[in-house]
């Protein structure tokens, strides 16, 4: 139950402290840095994805203008 905590915001999108702070009493400070670290990772990689599923329509286009 205390991974779920980490994800439970106060509706504004963003954890608040006292979430962080229990999880830290429950699983240590480590695992907390870990969670931390993935969650504000997982938006960045989804940038990634959505380049990556963008680039051979962008090529296509780019070698499309080129002829």
């Known amino acids: 139950m205390g991974e779920l905590a980490l ?4 509706g504004t999108g ?3 402290v006292e979430t962080y ?3 830290i009493s429950d699983v240590g400070f480590p695992i907390v840095v870990t969670f931390y670290l993935l969650y504000r ?3 960045k ?3 990634v994805i959505d380049s990556i599923q ?3 329509q ?3 286009e780019q070698l499309k ?3």
């Open 14 to 16: 963003r954890v608040n």
């Open 65 to 67: 203008q080129a002829e």
């Open 45 to 47: 990689l989804d940038g």
């Open 7 to 10: 994800y439970q915001s106060n």
């Open 41 to 43: 990772i997982e938006a």
């Open 21 to 23: 702070l229990s999880f």
């Open 58 to 60: 962008q090529l296509f």
């Open 54 to 56: 963008r680039l051979p």
